[in-house]
């Protein structure tokens, strides 16, 4: 057994292309091709199909590269524990990450965890809510940041109620208003979140038995404030996302108030690593502090 090889193969799946992953790994592509080879002679099964611009698992791979990320978070929780024994606070935290907390939350909470514990190292997966979750569930992250309600069999803690908003052009008539009902929508363009980034707006459309008039579908938060900037469409995002970039448009409140919950969540908080551990409690502290009206960490 090499794990070595198995983090090799996950790297390679999780960038899709081996020559990414060799470079990643500081080895050449010939030796990635050649570690995956041997796990699969040694296997007796096909893990990857390959084709001339990426690579992807094959229906074995997939059953397999779960457990084979299992292995490796259990090796690295292991010399984290080790390092707890001899008082070294150290080890890698794979995190994943949506748009408007890694402008909002990450750089405080990256600075000042950093400066406090300089020996973990977190390694960051920006994707939509599913994305996310998915990469809980299959072992591609250790712990992440979610939309509450989160998915079946992910353990979650809630961070904070983050206030949606209606965004609308600088100017527009609607702005005069001092909070929008949704129904007064029904008759503008609709900049409607990707799917897998959607849920809430979704759900606040639902509640509201209004039915937007989708113009356009974007995943890029920061696409969708420029499409409004130039009057392409009205939108409603989460007020993390519109925070200091008023320029050019203007934010309403949404009638009868409506929130998404931020959360962070693992498969289980009680097998995770050591150092995911101080990141958990360190983020959940950096963020009642932050809207407590607490003293920032020093």
């Known amino acids: 057994m090499s794990l070595f090889k198995y ?30 080879s041997s796990l699969e002679r040694e296997f007796g099964v096909t893990l990857l199909a390959r084709n001339r611009t990426a690579v992807r698992l094959t229906a074995d791979g997939e059953r397999m590269i779960r457990l084979m990320r299992e292995m490796l978070q259990l090796n690295e ?14 080890g890698t935290v794979r995190l994943g990450t949506f748009t408007s907390v890694s402008i909002q939350w990450l750089p405080g909470i990256l600075k000042q965890f950093h400066s406090q514990y300089p020996l973990i190292e977190i390694t960051l997966q920006d994707g939509s809510y599913q994305e996310i979750e998915d990469s809980l569930a299959n072992g591609g992250i250790d712990i992440g940041f979610v939309n509450l309600p989160a998915a079946e069999g992910l353990e979650t803690i809630a961070l904070h109620k983050d206030r949606m908003v209606c965004v609308l052009e600088a100017g527009h008539p609607l702005g005069r208003l001092s909070e929008l009902e949704v129904g007064q929508l029904q008759d503008e363009p609709f900049i409607m979140p990707a799917a897998g980034c959607d849920n809430d707006v979704r759900r606040i459309c ?35 996302i519109v925070a200091g970039q008023s320029d050019g448009i203007c934010v309403l409140p949404l009638a009868g108030g409506h929130y998404r919950a931020v959360g962070l969540a693992a498969r289980s908080f009680g097998k995770c690593s050591p150092a995911a551990k101080k990141l958990i409690d360190y983020v959940a502290d950096w963020v009642h502090q932050t809207y407590q009206g607490g003293s920032s960490h020093a």
Request: with cysteine.
């Open 7 to 36: 983090q090799i193969l996950c790297t390679a799946v999780e960038l899709e292309s081996l020559t990414k992953a060799g470079e990643q790994l500081n080895i050449t592509q010939s030796a990635v091709s050649h570690a995956i």
């Open 206 to 240: 639902a509640e509201s038995r209004f039915a937007p008039n989708i113009k356009y579908q974007l995943e890029d938060d920061q696409a969708i404030l420029a499409m409004v900037r130039n009057g392409l469409g009205v939108s409603i995002l989460p007020e993390m």
């Open 77 to 90: 929780q292991l010399h984290q524990e080790v390092a707890a024994i001899k008082g070294i606070e150290r």
